[in-house]
């Protein structure tokens, strides 16, 4: 969803428990979505993608759903572990669009407590 | 894992001056990008570059920016006049597809302070 400022959603969640994430997309007829986590002062790191056509795909801790009907995308982390504390972007992109551009949406940050 | 490079990690630089900002993509990729991110808020698409041109570009991306991959290596963007609002960290990515959108690889940013 869209966050604008210094304010970020923040998840906190049990070292152990599982993490859902959630984020709202904008565009209907974007086709590909994918997520990034961000640590403090590096840059976004890939962690799983999917394609319009699936609903659901599995990494290693992490699935991702599709919900395409109401727009909406998770992130689901297994086992959550300290080293999961971070920023978690979605973002979004279309095949039809010139240049490959992913939109991105405004994050929410997770805490792990030990 | 192949990575993105950017240099410097952090520039800053007085209000009106010219800075340019140094990423070397991965080897075999053919998209490069550039966004930023103000500090505290998403992360935001500049550009994308393909076969030596620009593919596509946001309203930010006015004419004080510029982009250009001057050898077969790095891939660089230039903006020439800054303001105050340019601060941000800038970061440079890029990506193997020819079309469509893909996964695409982030370097560390440089963190640019304006003042």
């Known amino acids: 969803g869209e966050s604008v400022g210094l304010h970020l959603p923040t998840l906190s969640v049990q070292e152990g428990d599982n993490s859902i994430i959630n984020c709202a997309y904008s565009n209907s007829a974007s086709d590909y979505f994918i997520w990034y986590k961000q640590e403090s002062g590096k840059g976004p790191q890939f962690i799983i993608d999917?394609?319009?056509?699936?609903d659901k795909r599995q990494g290693q801790r992490v699935t991702v759903l599709l919900n395409k009907t109401v727009k909406h995308l998770s992130l689901q982390i297994a086992a959550t572990q300290p080293g999961d504390s971070a920023v978690y972007f979605c973002?979004?992109?279309?095949?039809?669009?010139?240049?490959?551009?992913?939109?991105f949406g405004g994050g929410t940050r997770v805490l792990v407590k030990p | 894992e192949p990575e993105v490079t950017q240099t410097p990690s952090h520039q800053v630089t007085q209000m009106g001056q010219e800075v340019i900002l140094r990423c070397v993509p991965i080897?075999?990729?053919?998209?490069f990008y550039w966004y930023r991110q103000i500090l505290g808020q998403k992360v935001e698409f500049l550009v994308s570059f393909y076969n030596n041109e620009i593919s596509e570009k946001s309203e930010i991306f006015d004419d004080q920016f510029s982009v250009e991959r001057p050898d077969g290596s790095n891939f660089t963007l230039k903006i020439r006049s800054t303001k105050l609002e340019d601060s941000a960290m800038y970061f440079c990515?890029?990506?193997?597809?020819?079309?469509?959108?893909?996964?695409?690889?982030f370097g560390p940013g440089t963190r640019l302070t304006v003042t």
């Open positions: 973002a979004e992109g279309f095949s039809q669009a010139a240049g490959n551009k992913l939109t």
């Open positions: 990515a890029s990506s193997e597809a020819l079309m469509g959108p893909t996964r695409q690889y």
């Open positions: 080897s075999n990729h053919l998209y």
């Open positions: 999917i394609r319009s056509n699936m």
